[in-house]
T-cell receptor
Framework: QKEVEQNSGPLSVPEGAIASLNCTYSDRGSQSFFWYRQYSGKSPELIMFIYSNGDKEDGRFTAQLNKASQYVSLLIRDSQPSDSATYLCAVSQPGTASKLTFGTGTRLQVTL | DTEVTQTPKHLVMGMTNKKSLKCEQHMGHRAMYWYKQKAKKPPELMFVYSYEKLSINESVPSRFSPECPNSSLLNLHLHALQPEDSALYLC???????????FGPGTRLLVL
């Protein structure tokens, strides 16, 4: 069973702080990794994708990938109350790149 | 522009009804997907169309019938659904089957 694991949270961080969300995956052959943000009652919205080991930055968001340790993380700098949402980690399965395996999501709460 | 549209936004149907969900994108994407999402769970893949051909069916019951009339349009025909089929139905598309998936806003379905 190919798995993607996330801490369900809630992860509570004060406004302005750095939020760190983590995701581990079981299939060592996985090649593409995605972070989606989902507000309650809404659909998932793509935040970041990463294919190579290392860091990838986009504005306040940084995705980090470590294939040797099989984890991917998302850092949100200067967290805002509007960042409060569930963050879904998704991993593509090797050989069937159209199939994404989603983690159960981490609920982030940014407090004033 | 990464817009995927879905209609209707909400749908209530009885167990003997026949209804259809519609998904449209005009981004030139050649892969389209149907997902089902229950509350507090990640999206579950149902079907994948690649170049207008069904490439993945995740053992979905036959009361769900997908259709891809052209490269921009994806339908999900519903018949004799059960109350447990109530969920958020999400459509997604990607440039091709190995690229990033973008989600539509979803149709919230209630089966009575």
């Amino acid at each position: 069973q190919k798995e993607v694991e996330q801490n369900s949270g809630p992860l509570s961080v004060p406004e302005g702080a750095i939020a760190s969300l983590n995701c581990t995956y079981s299939d060592r052959g996985s090649q593409s990794f995605f972070w989606y943000r989902q507000y309650s009652g809404k659909s998932p919205e793509l935040i970041m994708f990463i294919y190579s080991n290392g860091d990838k930055e986009d504005g306040r968001f940084t995705a980090q990938l470590n294939k040797a340790s099989q984890y991917v993380s998302l850092l949100i700098r200067d967290s805002q109350p509007s960042d409060s949402a569930t963050y879904l980690c998704a991993v593509s399965q090797p050989g069937t790149a159209s199939k994404l395996t989603f983690g159960t999501g981490t609920r982030l709460q940014v407090t004033l | 522009d990464t817009e995927v549209t879905q209609t209707p936004k909400h749908l209530v149907m009885g167990m003997t009804n026949k209804k259809s969900l519609k998904c449209e994108q005009h981004m030139g994407h050649r892969a389209m997907y149907w997902y089902k999402q229950k509350a507090k769970k990640p999206p579950e893949l149902m079907f994948v169309y690649s170049y207008e051909k069904l490439s993945i069916n995740e053992s979905v019951p036959s009361r769900f019938s997908p259709e891809c009339p052209n490269s921009s349009l994806l339908n999900l025909h519903l018949h004799a659904l059960q109350p447990e089929d109530s969920a958020l139905y999400l459509c997604a598309s990607s440039l091709n089957f190995i690229e990033t998936q973008y989600f539509g806003p979803g149709t919230r379905l209630l089966v009575l």
